[in-house]
């Protein structure tokens, strides 16, 4: 269908940025976003929008960008695609808040289509709680399932999985938190979905993003926590800047392709922690969370 | 010469571990360095000693290392090397200091063979004020160039050099700090020196280590600081997690190469922050140090 054009995408993404930043603003109560806008010299450009110091949200950012040019040598060979001219859009979250009984959360949509015709999705949430509680784990993952199923029963398993294997520090030999679901370069044919579909997908799920963070935030937010509890909150960001600088596959490409690093590295927290060697107590709240950080555990029973 | 020989220069580099642990505990006068030793499946092991929450430092690592085993793929493919077994020791340093005035400072020597009869020397110290004292830049950089020019007068100029374009973050466009001397691969005949000569040449950095850091220590320690100037160190040790995590290679390739975690990530601050687009005021000892993070600046004069 010619009407669901790489423009009209690009506006689909662009309204979700906002959608996403208003619902924020509710809850967290207290700070709104501030816009950065910035173009691209070599095409196209977008608006990272920041919140900072607010009610719940210490540091986070809902990033939109719809960019093209040329296909230079190192996409050929990072992405393995034909073409000449590309053009990528999506939207982007990271949250970092303040109570550490609230979750670090990510979410990313994107699409991306090559003048050779050729065209996908990618996308991901996923949530890394600084404790995890197995009933809010099981909750995150359901509604992810429910969304999934909606548009191919296939989708949830495939994406879970794929998660855990993404979202993986091989250094730490621990999962960045829970998981969630991930998946790139998803065309028709993998999706047996229309674009259209495809689309709806990315942006319903997108949609459910501040309900799905709201209910691991209310069920924090009134939560007291200690100075330890705070220290090891900056410890687990410590993991978190290891993963997104030293692992994850979109933050290392934008460095290397020279993207707006201020824009990519927006997903870092306002501090972060590291002591050597640091080994929680035997049978703590800390320790436990250390051992359902592991690929494959099923969040929603079997 | 036969009596230089790998247990030799392990040995050295041993001895070397404990001269400067020693130095660095009288220059803290407060904390002393924990052990802690670790031996690797596939051959060797080291000892990293931790200092914490000292009267200087904060947090720092001096780390000796000596391990052997098969050349793998990964090692191949990185260092384009020939050999099936390589036996490589070194000694290696980073020190967060707590007074923002007081630069945070790293050294590495290094040597490495293989068993085709190949052998080389590497290292390497750095300094990272998080304000740049020129008058202070000068005397680290003329205190290296007074050691590299007893061995060769090519180094200091060649090896400065290096450091620049080695420390170096090309996302932030910047400097890591005021660099100082970087050289890998260093034979014989590189060096015009015997291996005995570039063996010494490397000792005696290490040996002059605490003497160039005490220097820097005895400028800052007694200056006074505001929570701003916190805030600033926090930022730059941000920058530091940046180019260890995203561009030293010698962290990736110990990440990579199934290395020792712990013992790698020493390198990491106590905590770091991150704040986004943060820019100094105009004229601010911030925006001087900023505008000084650039490649080819002479800072021992013309």
Redesign the interface.
Same mark, same amino acid.
């Given at each position: 269908m010619n009407h669901l054009n790489k423009e009209a995408i690009a506006e689909g993404m662009n309204s979700l940025q906002k959608y996403i930043c208003d619902r924020l603003e509710q809850i967290d109560g207290v700070s709104l976003f501030n816009n950065?806008e910035w173009s691209r010299a070599e095409g196209g450009g977008g608006v *990272?929008k /920041?919140i900072?110091n607010g009610g719940v949200i210490e !540091?986070g %950012?809902v990033a939109f960008s719809a960019v093209h040019g040329p296909v230079t040598e190192m996409m050929q060979k990072q992405m393995n695609i034909g073409g000449t001219e590309f053009f990528a859009t999506g939207v982007s979250i990271v949250l970092h808040p303040h109570n550490p009984h609230i979750p670090i959360i990510h979410m990313n949509v994107r699409y991306f289509e090559l003048n050779d015709g050729t065209f996908w999705f990618g996308g991901g949430i996923d949530l890394t709680p600084h404790f995890i509680v197995e009933s809010q784990a099981k909750l995150f993952h359901e509604g992810l399932k429910a969304i999934c199923d909606k548009y191919n029963v296939n989708f949830y398993p495939k994406f879970k999985n794929w998660a855990d294997d993404y979202f993986f520090i091989?250094?730490?030999n621990e999962t960045r938190g829970i998981g969630g679901i991930f998946f790139d370069h998803l065309t028709i044919e993998d999706a047996n979905l229309s674009k259209e579909e495809i689309f709806n997908f990315c942006i319903e799920l997108g949609q459910n993003f501040p309900i799905l963070y709201n209910q691991q935030v209310e069920l924090g937010k009134n939560l007291p926590f200690t100075e330890n509890e705070i220290q090891w909150r900056?410890l687990r960001r %410590?993991r978190y #800047? &290891?993963f997104n600088? #030293?692992n994850d596959r979109g933050t !290392?490409f934008g460095?290397v392709s020279n993207g707006r *690093? &201020?824009s /990519?590295?927006?997903s870092?927290? @306002?501090? @972060?922690?590291? &002591?050597?060697?640091f080994q929680p107590e035997e049978n703590s709240k800390e320790k436990q969370t250390l051992n359902l950080l592991k690929k494959g555990h099923s969040w929603i029973g079997n």
């Open positions: 950065d *990272t /920041i900072q !540091k %950012g091989p250094h730490r900056n %410590g #800047v &290891e600088l #030293v !290392k460095l *690093t &201020e /990519i590295l927006m870092l927290p @306002a501090n @972060a922690s590291w &002591e050597y060697n």
